[in-house]
């Protein structure tokens, strides 16, 4: 693989909350090559969309990025003074969004909120601007754009509303695209196509993609690669295919086994029993000892560390299943 | 939209109906100004002439004839006292009132939305906490109160501004202004500031109240996402999703100053339609009370339209429809 994009070594951010410190990212890497795509599952709260604002540096207080590297070609954002990340926000970096009804500005227009963000980071005229953002638009498959342009938010679907956020992150032609479940609001068959419009936008313009979701299925059909996260750990990576035709982690093939279309017809579906567990002041070892059929005394007196398995795949896990990689 | 503009102006006309019925036959109710008005000095037949003269020796429903008939014509009486119509009297003092009014709210605006903003955004920060200490004291100490150390502070103590009165006026358009000479404009300033101190405390809440509700909202982490400025974000994304209740409160809040700036202009002496009030009532000057609650009565039906209208340029999600009032 070529340098990656980006880059993300022991990224831990807590909140510190009435109840006791939340970790609710712990210790994460992963590394996202230009081109590639980067899946990241897990069920709510396992902390996908924190990882994500944390690369962007938009974490607020009682929030904070407590350790860990984010190198963006090869430069530590942590270090960057706050006008730098300014600069890069939105141009370098796109962020798309859980919940396309909230994300855009109900008071702006579509155009201003398109045409601000070109303006705040190319040198060019408001006509110009409004061009690059009809264009952009058209790209995602908006009809009649420049029409579009003059609506408001409240005046489009939900399925518009993400074509829009989705254009605009296109817009500027950055390095990284952070798409948090940017899909799951919409109906399957608008979902799909998106799905593949932003996947030959992508691989056009050699773009790295992280694509955060609860659904296994969508991460097989778009990812390269997955990072299984629980309770703020990535607890398994690895290639697509291989990961899930045979997971090693006892939580992965869990997750796998309760999707309905990946079980046989007239198999029962499994779902993981027991619940996440609350972030805050996390017992000393694997967090998902407590739900899992495979855990020992070692599972529950020490943290797993992660180790490589060959093949780009990597755990963490005392009792991987028997599979042969 | 004209439907609706007619569907107002109706409803503001059967108010303004109903309001000078009750006030008429109320402060008939309550005294004759006959005894208030004759000097007693005076011969017999003297007081009869007086007494026919203003039409005071008819029964009640024939004055209340009299009366209706002068409305159709425009006529909204005679003041008993000054021996002038009532509403050139009443127009007469207005332009110092409104004068007064749009001061004090001008500057409730233009120091309270920033000071409620910062209180909002860092709610920690010692500032904030004195803005806001600031503003219950403003909001709670009595009126009348702030405006007697307005006047001990400025004018006794430091004799920067003169205590009372109205000062130098000059004539724009045959309306006598006094902000535009600098002993008119010294006279000006403590009593708007009088006025302005209750709004400013009131406008501070509503605007910290909004702006740190609005500051959480996903389209706010969105903007900054895309590499707004801070600026912009609390400028035009967070302070445009906040107008909308300081628009109605102020709105109200106007009326309110017009129509009873009548401690603020019984302390600094202010020749408003405020203190005109006040003594007509206390010489049950029937014509002109009658006529300053009807103008008061149109003035707030008047300011909610402007509201209205203000709310849908600044929400696109209101929209005004005639089906709707
Ligand atoms: N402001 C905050 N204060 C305290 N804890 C927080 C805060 N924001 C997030 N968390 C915690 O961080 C954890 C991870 O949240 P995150 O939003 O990243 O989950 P997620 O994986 O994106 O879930 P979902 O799939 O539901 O979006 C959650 O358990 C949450 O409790
Ligand atoms: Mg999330």
Known sequence: MSTPVLSVRGLTTTFDTRAGTVTAVDGVSFDVGPGEVLGVVGESGSGKTITGFSVLGLIDPPGKIAAGEVLLNGRDLRTLPEAEMHRLRGDRIAMIFQDPMMTLNPVLRIDTQMIETIRAHRDVSRARAREMAAEALALVGIPSPVERLRTYPHEMSGGMRQRVVIAIALMLEPDLIIADEPTTALDVTIQSQILSEMQRLLAQRNTALIWITHDLTVVAGLADRVAVMYAGRIVETGPVDDLLDRPAHPYTQGLIASIPSAVPRGTRLVPIRGMTPSLVNLPPGCAFAPRCPHASNTCRAARPDEQARGHGRALRCFHPLETTP | ?325
């Not at chain 2, 409730?108 to 903003?117: H, K, N, T």
């Not at chain 2, 109240?209 to 969105?222: F, H, I, M, P, R």
């Open chain 2, 1 to 325: 939209m004209l439907a609706y503009l007619i569907r107002r102006l109706s409803q503001a006309l059967l108010v303004m109906a109903v309001m000078a019925t009750i006030v008429f036959f109320g402060l008939y109710a309550v005294g004759n100004p006959v005894d208030l008005l004759i000097n007693p000095e005076a011969d017999l037949a003297e007081q009869e002439a007086t007494i026919r003269r203003l039409g005071l020796d008819k029964p009640v429903h024939v004055q209340f004839g009299y009366f209706l008939g002068g409305l159709v014509q425009g006529d909204l009486g005679t003041s008993f006292v000054h021996n002038r119509p009532a509403l050139e009297l009443i127009l007469s003092r207005l332009p110092a009132t409104l004068e007064l009014a749009f001061l004090g709210i001008l500057i409730a605006i233009v120091l309270g939305i920033p000071l409620g903003m910062i209180a909002g955004l860092r709610p920690d920060a010692p500032s904030s906490k004195l803005i806001m200490a600031g503003s219950v004291i403003g909001f709670s100490t009595p009126n009348f109160w702030q405006g007697l150390m307005l006047i001990m502070l400025f004018a006794v103590f430091l004799g920067w501004l003169p205590a009372g009165g109205r000062g130098d006026t000059v004539d724009v358009l045959g309306i006598p202004v006094s902000f535009l000479t600098w002993d008119g404009l010294s006279h000006l300033i403590l009593p708007a500031v009088n006025v302005a101190i209750f709004k400013m405390s009131l406008v501070i809440r509503l605007t910290r109240a909004g702006t740190s509700e609005v500051a959480l909202q996903d389209y706010v982490k969105y903007a900054r996402a895309r590499g707004l400025s801070p600026t912009r974000v609390v400028g035009v994304h967070i302070l445009k999703n906040i107008l909308i209740p300081v628009v109605t409160v102020l709105g109200l809040e106007t009326g309110n100053v017009i129509a009873f700036a009548v401690v603020t202009e019984t302390v600094f002496a202010w020749p408003g339609i405020g203190k005109l009030l006040i003594d007509s009532i206390g010489l049950l000057d029937r014509p002109v009370v009658v006529a300053y609650l009807m103008l008061t009565v149109f003035l707030f039906v008047m300011i909610n339209l402007v509201v209205d209208i203000a709310y849908s340029i600044l929400d696109p999600r209101v929209r005004i429809r005639g089906a709707k009032a």
